[in-house]
């Protein structure tokens, strides 16, 4: 029997974060998440129970219109097992494929083709002791190119960032990413990089700055 997922949406947007921002993207919503950031901005992904499709379903929705970029996310993707057979299949068919994930679940396993853009909880997400400690040591794996995120939500967690970045030499083999939550001004954190000695890159989520009074994700697949 062909493995199923449990799918909030699928979707056609301008990719928003990570390096990838500003390129058209099919986005693969899938639900459920067992984690409870305090600033979860997809609050109706994470409890809803989704609809079970089978992998070879999801592909076929996600490859209309022949994307060149698809993104696998949530929710947290990886707390569904199936999540890896469907990102091998997403790669199979030559897209460039984006996992997001929360780093609450191991990345070890992930097909290589796959670029992770992986969060590092802060401290104010009142999340970070889930994060799984073994995915530090996997970002360094030669040939892998994934990215780091920090969600700030004040100096505090900015601080925690840099000691972080600092400990595990993360500039030396990932892109690191850091986005202020809502509320939080930009200019501000834009700051507190330049007077750091890391290269993070700041991202703001350019689908919002775009659409900021939509009610859904995208032109749906």
């Given at each position: 029997?062909?493995?199923?997922?449990?799918?909030?949406?699928?979707?056609?947007?301008?990719?928003?974060?990570?390096?990838?921002?500003?390129?058209?993207?099919?986005?693969?919503?899938?639900?459920?998440?067992?984690?409870?950031?305090?600033?979860?901005?997809?609050?109706?992904?994470?409890?809803?129970?989704?609809?079970?499709?089978?992998?070879?379903?999801?592909?076929?929705?996600?490859?209309?219109?022949?994307p060149?970029?698809?993104?696998?996310?949530?929710?947290?993707?990886?707390?569904?097992?199936?999540?890896?057979?469907?990102?091998?299949?997403?790669?199979d068919?030559?897209?460039?494929?984006?996992?997001?994930?929360?780093?609450?679940?191991?990345?070890?396993?992930?097909?290589?083709?796959?670029?992770?853009?992986?969060?590092?909880?802060?401290?104010?997400?009142?999340?970070?002791?889930?994060?799984?400690?073994?995915?530090?040591?996997v970002?360094?794996r030669?040939?892998h190119?994934?990215?780091?995120?920090?969600?700030?939500?004040?100096?505090?967690?900015?601080?925690?960032?840099?000691?972080?970045?600092?400990?595990?030499?993360?500039?030396d083999?990932?892109?690191?990413?850091?986005?202020?939550?809502?509320?939080?001004?930009?200019?501000?954190?834009a700051?507190?990089?330049?007077?750091?000695?890391?290269?993070?890159?700041?991202?703001?989520?350019?689908?919002?700055?775009?659409?900021?009074?939509?009610?859904?994700?995208?032109?749906?697949?």
């Open positions: 029997m062909e493995t199923t997922l449990r799918v909030f949406s699928i979707f056609t947007s301008i990719q928003g974060e990570s390096t990838y921002a500003g390129l058209p993207c099919v986005f693969v919503r899938l639900a459920g998440c067992p984690l409870a950031c305090v600033y979860c901005d997809t609050q109706a992904a994470r409890s809803a129970v989704g609809e079970a499709l089978p992998i070879s379903a999801i592909v076929q929705r996600a490859l209309r219109g022949a060149s970029l698809v993104e696998v996310t949530g929710g947290e993707p990886l707390a569904q097992p199936g999540t890896h057979a469907l990102l091998r299949a997403l790669a068919q030559g897209c460039r494929v984006l996992l997001e994930t929360s780093g609450a679940f191991s990345i070890a396993a992930i097909d290589p083709r796959v670029v992770v853009i992986m969060d590092i909880k802060t401290p104010g997400s009142r999340m970070a002791h889930r994060f799984c400690a073994e995915n530090i040591a970002l360094s030669p040939g190119h994934h990215q780091v995120k920090f969600v700030v939500t004040d100096q505090e967690d900015f601080k925690f960032a840099c000691q972080m970045a600092a400990q595990h030499r993360l500039a083999h990932t892109e690191m990413l850091i986005s202020p939550v809502a509320g939080l001004d930009p200019a501000q954190v700051e507190w990089i330049l007077a750091s000695s890391f290269p993070f890159r700041l991202q703001l989520q350019l689908h919002r700055l775009i659409w900021p009074h939509a009610d859904r994700d995208g032109i749906e697949r």
